[in-house]
């Protein structure tokens, strides 16, 4: 099992930015692949990003070129920088391991850091 503890939400305007940071504990198999995922009311659940152990990512289409992924292995954290954010990219942002790369799916998740974009 791995624990996930989000921090750096909050409210912006669009075009702004914000930095969502991750600190992970627990099995280091889980966390061989991290990354965010975002809900927002009254829709599906949207794997944003997903980064492996070798610092290799992928994105969802929805954010590719305004949002980057970035993990520190040594210290177990794992980063999102949020460029050029619109009003749809409001959702509750939850840190998340044990995923699988390609499909940006994932069996663990932290609480969430709500993110509001105006």
């Known amino acids: 099992h791995v624990q996930l503890v989000e921090s750096g939400g909050g409210s912006v305007q669009a075009g702004g930015s914000l930095r969502l940071s991750c600190g992970a504990s627990?099995?280091?198999?889980?966390?061989?692949?991290m990354g965010w995922v975002r809900q927002a009311p009254g829709k599906e659940r949207e794997g944003v990003a997903a980064?492996?152990?070798?610092?290799?990512?992928s994105y969802a289409d929805s954010v590719k070129g305004r949002f980057t992924v970035s993990r520190d292995n040594a210290n177990n954290t794992v980063n999102l920088m949020m460029n050029s954010l619109k009003p749809e990219d409001t959702a509750m942002y939850y840190c998340?391991?044990?995923?699988?790369?390609?499909?940006?799916?994932?069996?663990?998740w932290g609480r969430g850091t709500q993110v509001t974009v105006s």
């Open positions: 998340a391991a044990g995923g699988n790369y390609y499909t940006r799916t994932f069996r663990y």
């Open positions: 627990g099995s280091i198999y889980d966390t061989m692949c």
């Open positions: 980064i492996d152990s070798d610092g290799i990512a």
